[in-house]
């Protein structure tokens, strides 16, 4: 990957007379961002007297809010204000739900948590440390309830329910019919079905979250800055939650973001949430989202459980597919979802002619985060389980999996071709497009590579998939949710609008500005290039401004960045507003060079005349005569000052009234395959070979494209190979660090084979098509296609982690021999940390045990103790300041002693919560003589550990263990080392302590 971004780097294009648009030239963002020179929101400086906030969040996947104690934390030095859900409630309204339902749907836990990490207080400080000082202080009291977070459970009878207003944890429910599938299926000779769990992931940008923002009272409006990428659609659902109209929000974005992917458009929850809280001190607070916050409680994608059936004909042929999706939006189902799932309505065919399709969708809810747009948001889930069940199809037929893939494409004749549930694929020749991927990619070669292995025992597979990529979302498949009835009542919604504004200054310089926040795709780089085009300039005499002000610029609700809009909507709209331009400078032109309009040509920086190139004038001098002669201009020529145009295609239309929608605009098309070998004892999975064939339409910048295309493989691998989202049965986070959450890095990700082909598009002004998310989709079911070749497996689930793969191969792992040790059984839903150990202490055990509930020894010896208060005789509480790797917080612990033998042995048991998790945990401690005079204790534990804390993951759990205890022990021997009643005794309390703080031991 890096020596290909070298070679890219390298192989600029800025020569000759061609255009400049399908040229690799040097991207214009690279210097500022390569030197640190980029502006990225926490880079940007703050009026005086700005705040900062943090966010105190549930320990908890579902309970109910007892009670919450804010008093210690206002009265810390710094502290402005403290905001609970009630405060929140009072100045802002719920946030807008995904589909029509008797449910609120707020950015702050209101009377109830329903994830871990929801928040639950806001604190606001002078900066940003006494602010997480003061929220350790909050004393909130939860009631634990039932968590579920499987999509599947959530609606089985009695499980717990999140929401009144979705009975059963049911939100949507929807059945779709094309076609007459019951009729295919009867008749068809062959009937093949697969049943996925595609896991949840998420796309994980260097930048997280951030948000500025400030409330005029005088004039009750809000100024924000967020790095929100879009949809702009939201830009109404924060102005409503916060209850202004819309030209009282004013939304801002930095001039760069540290990516997204998708993700950032689920930072409007805490555009409300902060501004609230400015609303509330009368000042500005900003708020700084950190890497664990961002793991817990950002957006993620969806999981879901798709159960596909395919009637097929004895040659491969599928005549229908039967979809049943089950997908889990997490704890609220907050707009635009349920997007995820509706957005490939219209391509769930794939890129195969299949006339005959029935859906059932249903979308519930969990006690997980709350989703939101990833990259590639819908098509990873609908892939993998229609490409999977290709390869089904081809095995259990005895067929080539290409050879089906081959038989059921789309035929190079039939476009613009409608699918059955309402797309119109604008262009394609995917025949053509496979049968160059096989040639160039050397498939023969590959397939000659697995027989040799094969043959020498080693465990070699090849993977297909084809799919078409959809780009240019249009607004009305998310209506599609709706009944037909529902529709007519609430109005068409559709289209796909983009905006675009070129100006000409005074000296003439051309400036372009967009309604699209770039993530790192080169947008000035290529806007650059569209409108040099038009004007016959340089790229570098364009200067282009993609920050978005609602308050200033040209948007609709359509604007963003997303669903791959940028190069087929976005620099489409930029060169029909050039072109507009273009046009009057060329009827001004015309009459100071005496020729006709249609005469005038655009080229090296001067207007002339297409047949006496000497006749010319400079292109600055007839471009600013709009601001210094305007009266000079002829009558038809109008201003060329500056031209605003809105762009939307007539294609996009809303559902008709039989659920047909055209959800998206372009369709571009993926053929990979690869080679993957994997070792027989790691069953890690090597990739060998994996070529990649893109038709994006018409190419724009070869090098973006290309490194748009490793950036969605390289995630894409992850998704495959490393990434899962991961929740204990009672909801507990287990993935909320780097060091659990794998990311793949630049060791872990070979150089794709990338290949072209250029169909461009009927549809869109410069004939792009969308390539930004395509191996997002494509990737992780060719990568899973090519290791169940690998195996010989008919079902694998993702991510392809060797553990998972050795239950493939080698079956459970098998119970230990009789006579070992075993570990204590696990109750379900519980994250369980055990431990034992011993130590030796000076004094007699009589003497330990005599000293054993004094609150002062505790307190000198606990690591971290803030305090101890003696309850009863054997009832203790205490605070507990502590820290864990990456985490620290205050905990509130309560012990009690029983089943005392004195001076032998003791049981405790306890619990404690605190800011970043809770924990309930029991041990049982002996002591007896050393033969020396002192004291032999031992101990052993088991606890159940759940909120933040368990994010952090088993390996710093399992060492915080011993150095907290080895840190109270340590502390005791030197305090018993004096001898006498201040020697101290050994603190049963805090061993426990320790546990129900959320240390864990050896699992």
């Known amino acids: 990957m890096v020596q290909a971004a070298v070679q890219s780097a390298n192989s600029v294009d800025q020569g000759g007379d061609r255009p400049w648009v399908g040229r690799s030239i040097e991207r214009i963002e690279d210097a500022a961002l390569l030197s640190g020179r980029g502006r990225f929101i926490d880079d940007l400086g703050v009026l005086p007297g700005t705040l900062h906030a943090t966010i105190l969040r549930s ?92 999509p599947l459970g959530a609606i089985a009878p009695g499980a717990p329910v999140l929401h009144d207003g979705f009975p059963g944890n049911l939100a949507s429910e929807r059945a779709f019919r094309y076609g007459d599938s019951e009729k295919a299926f009867a008749e068809a000779p062959h009937r093949f079905s697969i049943d996925i769990r595609y896991p949840r992931n998420s796309c994980t940008p260097i930048e997280t979250y951030g948000v500025v923002a400030s409330h005029d009272a005088g004039e009750d409006a809000y100024e924000v800055l967020a790095n929100f990428q879009g949809p702009f659609s939201i830009h109404t659902v924060i102005a409503r939650a916060l209850k202004v109209p819309g030209n009282r929000l004013r939304l801002r974005t930095p001039p760069d973001s540290g990516g997204s992917f998708g993700v950032k458009q689920g930072v409007f929850p805490y555009i409300v949430l902060i501004a609230a809280a400015a609303r509330v001190t009368g000042k500005p607070v900003k708020w700084i989202e950190d890497r664990l916050e961002h793991l817990t409680a950002s957006v993620s994608a969806t999981n879901r459980a798709t159960t596909l059936s395919a009637a097929v004909a004895a040659d491969g042929k599928i005549l229908a597919l039967d979809w049943d999706q089950v997908e889990d939006c997490g704890a609220h189902l907050r707009a635009p979802e349920p997007a995820t799932l509706y957005r490939m309505h219209g391509n769930l065919t794939g890129a195969y002619d299949i006339r005959h399709v029935k859906i059932r969708n249903r979308v519930v809810v969990t006690n997980k985060t709350p ?29 080539d999996p290409l050879d089906v893939i081959k038989r059921n494409l789309i035929d190079a004749g039939a476009f613009p071709y409608r699918t059955a549930t309402g797309a119109l694929l604008d262009s394609g020749n995917y025949q053509g497009a496979v049968a160059r991927a096989v040639e160039q990619g050397r498939l023969a070669e590959l397939k000659a590579k697995r027989d040799e292995a094969r043959a020498q025992g080693r465990l070699y597979g090849i993977g297909f998939t084809a799919v078409v990529e959809p780009s240019v979302s249009n607004m009305g498949y998310i209506t599609t949710v709706l009944t037909a009835a529902e529709r007519r009542k609430a109005g068409p919604k559709n289209g796909a609008q983009a905006t675009a504004t070129v100006g000409l200054d005074p000296v003439g310089s051309v400036t372009v500005h967009v309604a699209s926040v770039p993530q790192g795709q080169g947008h000035r780089t290529v806007l650059s290039q569209v409108v040099a085009d038009v004007f016959g300039l340089q790229p570098r005499d364009i200067r282009v401004n993609t920050e978005i002000d609602t308050a200033k610029d040209a948007w609709s609700i359509a604007s963003g960045n997303y669903a791959s809009r940028f190069a087929a909507a976005v620099a ?86 039989d659920d047909r929608i055209n959800s998206s605009l372009c369709h571009g098309f993926i053929f990979d395959f690869c080679g993957v070998e994997i070792d027989r004892t790691t069953l890690e999975t090597r990739i060998d070979r994996y070529v990649t064939m893109h038709d994006c339409g018409t190419i724009l910048h070869p090098g973006m494209v290309n490194g748009q295309i490793r950036g969605g493989f390289a995630q894409a691998l992850g998704a495959a190979l490393y990434e899962e989202y991961a929740y204990a049965d009672d909801g507990s986070f287990l993935t909320g660090t780097l060091a659990d959450y794998l990311l793949p890095t630049t060791t872990e990700v070979p150089e794709p084979e990338i290949i072209h082909m250029e169909t461009p598009s009927p549809f869109t002004p410069l004939g792009a098509k969308g390539v930004g998310e395509g191996n997002c989709m494509s990737t992780p079911v060719c990568l899973a296609n090519a290791v169940a070749d690998a195996l010989g497996v008919a079902d694998i689930t993702l991510p392809l982690v060797p553990a998972r793969l050795a239950e493939l191969v080698r079956g459970a792992e098998p119970p ?188």
């Open 816 to 1003: 230990p021999p009789a006579g070992g040790a075993t570990a204590a059984p696990v109750r379900e839903g519980d994250r369980r940390l055990r431990g034992e150990g011993e130590a030796s202490v000076k004094g007699a055990p009589e003497q330990v045990w005599a000293m054993l509930l004094d609150p002062a020894t505790l307190q000198s010896v606990i690591p971290g103790c803030q305090s101890v208060d003696k309850i009863t005789d054997t009832h203790f509480r205490a605070d507990v300041t502590l820290g864990i790797g990456p985490v620290s917080g205050r905990y509130r612990a309560d012990v009690e002693l029983f089943d005392l033998d004195p001076p032998r042995a003791v049981t405790l048991r306890g619990g404690a919560t605190g800011a970043l998790g809770f924990g309930n945990a029991e041990g049982r401690i002996t002591l007896a003589p050393d033969g020396s005079g002192g004291t032999k204790l031992t101990y052993s534990y088991d606890a159940a550990i759940g909120g933040k804390v368990a994010s952090i993951g088993g390996r710093l759990l399992d060492g915080a263990t011993r150095v907290i205890i080895g840190q109270f022990f340590t502390a005791l021997a030197r305090k018993a080392g004096g001898g006498g009643a201040e020697g101290g005794g050994f603190s049963l309390f805090a061993v426990l302590a320790k546990i129900a703080s959320l240390f864990g031991g050896r699992r």
């Open 371 to 399: 989703t939101g747009l990833n990259r590639g948001f819908g098509g990873p889930q609908v892939y993998f389980a229609l490409e999977r069940l290709v390869q089904r199809i081809a095995i259990g037929l005895g067929l």
């Open 572 to 657: 489409g709209t930029a060169k029909i507003a050039a072109q507009r331009v273009a046009g009057r400078l060329a009827r001004i032109a015309a009459g100071q060079l005496n020729v006709e309009a249609a005469d005038i040509v655009f080229a090296k920086g001067f207007v002339a005349s297409k047949h006496n190139p000497e006749n010319r004038i400079a292109f600055a001098r007839v471009a600013a005569l709009s601001h210094w002669s305007p009266g000079s201009l002829p009558d038809d020529a109008g201003q060329t000052i500056r031209e605003t145009v809105f762009w939307t295609p007539p294609e996009l239309t809303p559902p008709d009234e």
């Open 59 to 150: 320990p908890h996947a579902h309970a109910d809010i007892v009670s919450i104690d804010t008093e210690a934390a206002k009265r810390l030095p710094g502290v402005a204000a403290v905001l609970t859900g009630e405060d929140v409630k009072a100045v802002t309204t719920t946030l807008v739900v995904g589909v029509k339902a008797p449910v609120e749907c707020w950015p702050i836990a209101i009377d109830r948590v329903r994830y871990v990490g929801e928040p639950v207080a806001v604190v606001v400080a002078t900066d940003r440390a006494r602010a997480e000082d003061a929220a350790e202080l909050i004393n909130v009291e939860y009631r634990p309830r039932g968590a579920v977070v499987d």
